[in-house]
């Protein structure tokens, strides 16, 4: 049996980054997805993590958004680092997976029955993350933030997974994150998201189009100027089905 890494907090990412972007890959089993999802083991000498891959070759066909999902799960992982946020597994691309070139991003042990109905956003202890979280999908735009894309580990911290329908140009936001629409933004977020609205993660130039990064940075003015989330005003922008 060898160790697995436990570092809680994104500064402990090196080391995590280092062994999913250089150790041997090995399959342990399909986690249920609409598209191709594994669950892998990712070893290197004596440590190793379970992590998440996610390779191009098991994608559906989708008409808005072109093949290379797993480039957005990695783009989503840069730009909450870049914010400082930490909301985002580890993720790096690997173009030798088991299936061809995808995303492996480590795997969160999160009680399977926990998801973001369940959790309570006014909990001193989850409400930054949560509006974190909130304000990470209006900038990147997230097509797609169902219920159980929102996880609480053993150390009861939240984390956001699967990104792959992020950084679209055209509006596309489908959240069920409602609870602090219309709500001012916390001054430490609006601070991330004004240096976005000038500035932007340089390595998002290889993962997503030169418009999406425009667009990026146009929602992040947009969001920064108004200082408040936004009203669904429609009762349409969330994601079906909503778990």
Request: aromatic share 6%.
């Amino acid at each position: 049996m060898v160790a697995h890494l436990h570092e809680p907090a994104s500064a402990g990412d090196g080391p995590v980054l280092e062994l999913l972007a250089a150790g041997s890959i090995e399959v342990v089993g399909r986690i249920p997805s609409s598209n191709l999802c594994l669950l892998v083991e990712v070893a290197d000498a004596d440590v190793s993590e379970f992590a998440v891959y996610k390779p191009q070759a098991g994608e559906r066909p989708l008409w808005d958004f072109d093949p290379g999902l797993h480039r957005r799960e990695r783009a989503a992982y840069a730009l909450s680092e870049w914010l400082g946020w930490g909301l985002v597994p580890p993720t790096v691309v690997r173009p030798d997976g088991p299936v061809g070139p995808g995303s492996l991003q480590r795997y969160v042990d999160a009680d399977g029955g926990v998801h973001y109905f369940s959790l309570d956003p006014n909990d001193p202890a989850l409400a930054g993350p949560l509006r974190a979280l909130a304000a990470f999908d209006v900038v990147a735009n997230n097509a797609d933030r169902k219920a159980g894309h929102v996880l609480l580990d053993p150390d009861g911290r939240v984390w956001g997974i699967d990104h792959g329908l992020c950084f679209a140009a055209p509006l596309k936001l489908r959240t069920v994150i409602w609870d602090f629409a219309g709500d001012p933004v916390p001054d430490d977020l609006l601070a991330g998201i004004a240096r976005l609205a000038h500035d932007a993660p340089p390595e998002l130039a290889d993962l997503i189009e030169p418009e999406e990064v425009d667009a990026l940075q146009a929602r992040a003015r947009l969001l920064a100027r108004s200082g408040r989330f936004p009203v669904d005003h429609t009762g349409r922008r969330v994601p079906w089905p909503m778990v």
